[in-house]
């Protein structure tokens, strides 16, 4: 009787999180990549079509950013409230109608509006679907599952911002066909994933959390020695986990809930000095040739460093911690250091992309290890509010500071002192939570 259900249960017991992992990565290498990452390949077509400044097109994109600021909480109690697969699945198909209405567009207005839908449908896909699925699915390599997805935000960057631009350039109005074959692929590949896949917990499927079923045994024998415990308790620890944590009103009462906000949002802060990397190299003698490369060596540090960083946190998060923020401190040294040396400036370069990617793992593995899972997407939804203003208004503050006399030393420096103050208030809060946690145990 037992061995007809259990065989296939046991297969999909197997196999199941590693689609959320997969569709983890397609939310990450698609309508993350073709909207976020690929953003750039537009704006001197579009602009020079409309005979327009610069800004006067990229000003979509401001659009954007502010409307995902005003949406991001709506958007975590959204998908706390309600299925995943509703609200990811919405969020996809405004994902890829924003990107239909630009490639239709015939007037700036146009282009605004359509950054409001991309404003209110991407920021699920972009900050809260990754680490609320694998939080969800897994109760082992957690950290490892978070970074592989995310690297995928770099990967298909580099891949997509190729094929887009050679679809641009096939014809005078090729950004058009450039837009309409990205809201394809949203809609196309991404859909299936959100309709048929996602499940906002394995317990909606009849499974557990992959490396649930390691924990048992230490269940069992906790629950063993309670005098109360009866065979029911033993059997699935596995709700009470999930439960575990602050709801978003007790999280915004804790300094915890502060400390890490301004932890996201100088994290980001010190993200965007990325941009600025290429006109450093171009400032730098006998260097300018090398501009396209520092910026290929940043993205290959942060692809690769947010896997990395996922297993060192699944260890140790003070480590993660101390690894991301490490490499960014000595990537800054060399690249000031060294600028005569291609070898050293691009080395340097590739150390900060470990930096850059504390910005999308550590944060998420932080709230969780602070504040529990019970009410994680609104914790993290208005935590992240504080990154995307601080990168609203980075740009202009690092473009400000580069002009200056000495501008890009004066910019690395504020960087360093950026990253220490950012490894401080990302370390303080897990000593309250290591006390609590003993409390609760």
Not at 142 to 166: D, E, K, P, R, S
Not at 172 to 199: E, K, S
Not at 200 to 216: C, F, K, S, V, W
Request: hydrophobic share 50%; proline share 6%; with cysteine.
């Amino acid at each position: 009787m037992s061995t007809t259900p259990t065989q296939p249960s046991s297969r999909k017991q197997t196999v199941y999180p590693y689609l959320i992992v997969l569709s983890g990565i397609v939310f990450t290498a698609i309508p993350v990549s073709l909207v976020c990452s690929c953003a750039g390949i537009f704006f001197t077509p579009v602009s020079n079509y409309f005979h327009v400044p610069k800004a006067a097109f990229t000003g979509y994109f401001s659009i954007f950013s502010v409307t995902m600021v005003i949406f991001l909480p709506v958007a975590g109690w959204l998908m706390h409230r309600y299925d995943l697969r509703i609200v990811l699945t919405a969020s996809t198909i405004l994902a890829g109608l924003g990107c239909l209405g630009m490639s239709r567009s015939s007037a700036m207005w146009q282009f605004y509006l359509c950054g409001v839908v991309l404003g209110i449908g991407m920021p699920p896909i972009l900050y809260l679907s990754v680490p609320t699925l694998i939080n969800a699915w897994f109760r082992k390599r957690v950290g490892f599952f978070i970074g592989l997805c995310m690297a995928f935000t770099g990967i298909g960057g580099v891949i997509f911002n190729q094929i887009g631009t050679m679809i641009i350039r096939s014809a005078p109005d090729g950004w058009r066909r450039g837009y309409l074959v990205f809201a394809i692929l949203i809609l196309v590949v991404t859909l299936p994933f959100t309709i048929f896949v996602i499940r906002g917990t394995p317990e909606q499927i009849g499974l557990l959390p992959y490396g649930a079923t390691d924990q048992e045994p230490a269940a069992a024998e906790a629950a063993s020695n309670s005098p109360n415990t009866g065979s029911k308790d033993v059997k699935s620890p596995e709700p009470v986990t999930s439960t575990v944590g602050m709801t978003a009103s007790q999280a915004l009462r804790s300094p915890a809930f502060w400390a890490l906000a301004l932890f996201c949002g100088l994290i980001t802060m010190n993200q965007t000095i990325y941009q600025f990397l290429p006109s450093y190299a171009a400032s730098l003698p006998s260097m300018a040739a090398y501009t396209g490369l520092i910026a290929s060596s940043c993205m290959a540090g942060q692809a690769i460093g947010k896997v990395i960083l996922g297993m060192v946190n699944d260890g140790s998060i003070v480590g993660g911690l101390c690894l991301g923020i490490g490499g960014g401190v000595l990537g800054v040294c060399l690249m000031v250091a060294f600028p005569g040396l291609p070898a050293l400036l691009l080395l340097g370069a590739f150390a900060f992309g470990l930096v850059y990617a504390c910005t999308t793992v550590q944060t998420p593995i932080l709230v969780t290890a602070v504040f529990g899972s019970h009410d994680y997407t609104n914790i993290y939804a208005r935590i992240q509010m504080v990154g995307s203003l601080a990168s609203a208004f980075a740009a202009l503050f690092w473009g400000a500071i580069a002009d200056l006399p000495h501008g890009y030393i004066i910019m690395f420096g504020l960087s360093i002192l950026i990253m220490v103050a950012a490894l401080f208030l990302g370390i303080i809060p897990l000593k309250g939570t290591h006390k609590s946690a003993n409390q609760t145990n």
